[in-house]
T-cell receptor, first 113, second 112 residues
Framework: DSGVTQTPKHLITATGQRVTLRCSPR?????VYWYQQSLDQGLQFLIQYYNGEERAKGNILERFSAQQFPDLHSELNLSSLELGDSALYFCASSGGQDLYEQYFGPGTRLTVT | DAKTTQPTSMDCAEGRAANLPCNHS???????VYWYRQIHSQGPQYIIH???NNETNEMASLIITEDRKSSTLILPHATLRDTAVYYCIVRDFNQAGTALIFGKGTTLSVSS
C-alpha cells in the first residue's frame, strides 16, 4: 500500500460526458502528479501540482483540467470525453521526507463508450 | 533527461537472479538512475535509485558501471510476483521533484 488513494476504481461513461477523478496523496506529501496510461501511448505525465499551485504541465489536453485543494487532495476533471480517453489514470505524490521517490495510487480505469 | 535503452522482454526462472540491463550512454554527472516497476495494471512502484555507487535495499541491488553509461538491476531471488514491467529512468538531481518520464521498459516474466 503506497498510501495514495484514488477514487473511483472504475468508471464507465459515454462520449461527450464529464467525469472527475479524485486523489488523496500520502500524508505530508505536497506534490501531486497525474499520469495517463493507454495501450498505445504508455505512461504519460499530464500535470503536477505543488501545495495547491500548478507546477508543471505535460501532455494534457485542453479538455482536461485539475486542481489541488487546501487539504492537498487533487481532482482531475475530464470533459467532452472521447473514446480515445479510455485509459488508466494514475495519481502519484512526492515530497515530505522522500523527495526522490514518487508513490503511485492504484489508478482509476476509465472506459468511454 | 538522458535517454535509456532497455531490452523489450526477459525471462527468468523462479528462484534465480534476474539481471535487468539499462544503457544510458549520454548520462551527465548530476543525473541519477532510477528503477520503477509496474505489476499488471497496478500503479508503478519505486524500487531503487543511485548516482555512481552500487546500491542495495530490501527489494533489489543496483550496479552502475564505473563510466556510468550503463546499469543493472538485480533481483537476487526472483519470484512469480516479480513478473512486471521494469522501467529504468535517468533524472537530474535538480529534478527530484518533477514528473517521471517513462519509456517502454522491460517486461520480465518469471516462471516456475
Amino acid at each position: 500500500d503506497s498510501g495514495v488513494t484514488q477514487t473511483p476504481k472504475h468508471l464507465i461513461t459515454a462520449t461527450g460526458q464529464r467525469v472527475t477523478l479524485r486523489c488523496s496523496p500520502r500524508s505530508g506529501d505536497l506534490s501531486v502528479y497525474w499520469y495517463q496510461q493507454s495501450l498505445d501511448q504508455g505512461l504519460q505525465f499530464l500535470i503536477q501540482y505543488y501545495n495547491g499551485e500548478e507546477r508543471a504541465k505535460g501532455n494534457i489536453l485542453e479538455r482536461f483540467s485539475a486542481q489541488q485543494f487546501p487539504d492537498l487532495h487533487s481532482e482531475l476533471n475530464l470533459s467532452s470525453l472521447e473514446l480515445g480517453d479510455s485509459a488508466l489514470y494514475f495519481c502519484a505524490s512526492s515530497g515530505g521526507q522522500d523527495l526522490y521517490e514518487q508513490y503511485f495510487g492504484p489508478g482509476t480505469r476509465l472506459t468511454v463508450t | 533527461d538522458a535517454k535509456t535503452t532497455q531490452p523489450t522482454s526477459m525471462d527468468c526462472a523462479e528462484g534465480r537472479a534476474a539481471n535487468l540491463p539499462c544503457n544510458h550512454s549520454t548520462i551527465s554527472g548530476n543525473e541519477y538512475v532510477y528503477w520503477y516497476r509496474q505489476i499488471h495494471s497496478q500503479g508503478p512502484q519505486y524500487i531503487i535509485h543511485g548516482l555512481k555507487n552500487n546500491e542495495t535495499n530490501e527489494m533489489a541491488s543496483l550496479i552502475i558501471t564505473e563510466d556510468r553509461k550503463s546499469s543493472t538491476l538485480i533481483l537476487p531471488h526472483a519470484t512469480l510476483r516479480d513478473t512486471a514491467v521494469y522501467y529504468c529512468i535517468v533524472r537530474d538531481f535538480n529534478q527530484a521533484g518533477t514528473a517521471l518520464i517513462f519509456g517502454k521498459g522491460t517486461t520480465l516474466s518469471v516462471s516456475s
